[in-house]
């Protein structure tokens, strides 16, 4: 079993920053890639950004230049740094983490950007 624990969102102004961390806790081995995904009031759950633990990313193309996932493996953590927030961005971002081809999911984190 995994655990995964998001932190860090919040509601902030068009073009303002917040970043997201996501702890995993568990059983941790094999555990690749992690990400983040965000699901926005009447639409479906959607990648943001995937980072494996060899440090390769993924973006999805309406975030790229703005946000920036890491990982640290030693704290078995990852972080989404998310920049140039525009309203469209808003979502409750859950954390994801493959483990064997089975997916964990944190329970979610609204971030919401509005002036």
């Known amino acids: 079993q995994v655990q995964l624990v998001e932190s860090g969102g919040g509601l902030v102004q068009p073009g303002g920053s917040l970043r997201l961390s996501c702890a995993a806790s568990?059983?941790?081995?094999?555990?690749?890639?992690m990400g983040w995904y965000r699901q926005a009031p009447g639409k479906q759950r959607e990648l943001v950004a995937t980072?494996?633990?060899?440090?390769?990313?993924n973006y999805a193309d309406s975030v790229k230049g703005r946000f920036t996932i890491s990982r640290d493996n030693a704290k078995d953590t990852v972080y989404l740094q998310m920049n140039s927030l525009k309203p469209e961005d808003t979502a409750v971002y859950y954390c994801?983490?493959?483990?064997?081809?089975?997916?964990?999911w944190g329970q979610g984190t609204q971030v919401t950007v509005s002036s």
């Open positions: 994801n983490a493959v483990q064997t081809g089975y997916d964990y």
């Open positions: 568990g059983s941790l081995f094999l555990i690749n890639p």
């Open positions: 980072i494996t633990r060899s440090g390769s990313t």
